[in-house]
């Protein structure tokens, strides 16, 4: 199983906003693809106070194959879609996991 993750931190001021955006409108455009089997969404607990709020964002993909087609396929659109909305006012980094047990 791999893990495809994305950590962003927000702006405080945009926190509430940004979770019941990514909830309603782009997580369900990410699982439409068909590709992830399943989401979680976190708050980072032990983060120095940098005005801004840490979460991350997790899909579970069954195979490499499949993510390479999504990651081909629909990944650029869908990070777009987050930076068109919140450009100026978060940073993100995004990592590939293997789950080992």
Not at 35 to 43: D, S
């Amino acid at each position: 199983m791999l893990i495809h993750n994305i950590t962003y931190n927000i702006d405080t001021k945009l926190e509430e906003e940004f979770l019941t955006w990514m909830r309603t409108v782009h997580i369900p455009n990410v699982m439409k693809t068909g590709f992830p089997k399943t989401q979680k969404i976190m708050r980072l607990l032990t983060e120095l106070d940098n005005g801004g709020t840490t979460f991350s964002v997790q899909y579970k993909f069954d195979s490499i194959e499949g993510f390479e087609v999504f990651e081909n396929d629909y990944l650029d659109d869908l990070h777009d879609e987050v930076h068109k909305k919140y450009k100026g006012n978060y940073v993100h980094f995004v990592s590939l996991l293997e789950e080992l047990d």
